[in-house]
């Protein structure tokens, strides 16, 4: 559930947004236990930091940047993924679309 629009305190934002930025350009993909350690983050601190992010890029009408997240074992992002962005009113039919979709529409820039 997204319930706050606060940072968590040890988290660099523009040290997410350009690793995030980063992956998005060059079409990749990187594991939320992967980048919470590159970050030094446990995973609550990520994903609440992720789903600020989701809110701001929902409410400024631009692509989902949280989507090259991927959950261990998938190319998809976690559940917890689709269930935030449901909650900003994006209409979710087929998972794998949707993160492609997004995906794409950050790497064009």
Known sequence: M???????????????????????????TITYGELARELGLRIGELTAALENLMRIDAAQGQPLRAAVLCARGTTLPARGFFDAAAELGFV??????????HRERLRQG
């Open 2 to 28: 997204i319930t706050s629009t606060a940072l968590p305190p040890p988290l660099n934002s523009a040290s997410l947004e350009a690793r995030l930025a980063a992956l998005a350009a060059a079409g990749e």
């Open 92 to 101: 979710i039919t087929d998972p794998a679309a949707f993160a492609a979709f």
